[in-house]
């Protein structure tokens, strides 16, 4: 990647076409990784889900036993993953909490 963007130093149109064929590129290799890159989501998804205690929210995300790998699930996942990581960053330490509770009671 540095090669390229040390090659691109201007706004000229040369380097917006070579920019153009760049994204090009990167939209192919994420179309030949989807199953890779799904499956890894969704095991991030169902990390943040235990830490979070939140099966509850599983059960309700229809893309979650979706099998079929398209640029729509990866989508579909990727924004949910962005917004479990939001919802475990803002409630941290409360979830923090639960888990010392936890560990007092068993």
């Known amino acids: ?3 390229f963007l040390s090659s691109c130093d201007g706004c000229t149109q040369r380097c917006i076409e070579a920019l153009e064929m ?3 590129h990167c939209h ?3 179309k030949d990784n989807l199953p890779r890159l799904t499956n890894a989501i969704r095991d991030d998804m169902i990390q943040l889900w235990t830490k979070a205690h939140s099966s509850e929210e599983r059960s309700m ?3 979650f036993s979706e099998v079929e790998y398209t640029v729509e699930l990866l989508d579909q996942r990727e924004a949910e993953l962005e917004k479990l990581r939001e919802f475990y960053k803002t409630n ?3 979830l923090g909490k639960v888990v010392e509770r936890n560990k007092l009671w068993k």
């Open 28 to 30: 192919e290799l994420r």
């Open 92 to 94: 941290e330490d409360i």
């Open 1 to 3: 990647m540095q090669p």
């Open 61 to 63: 995300f229809h893309g």
């Open 22 to 24: 760049e994204l090009s």
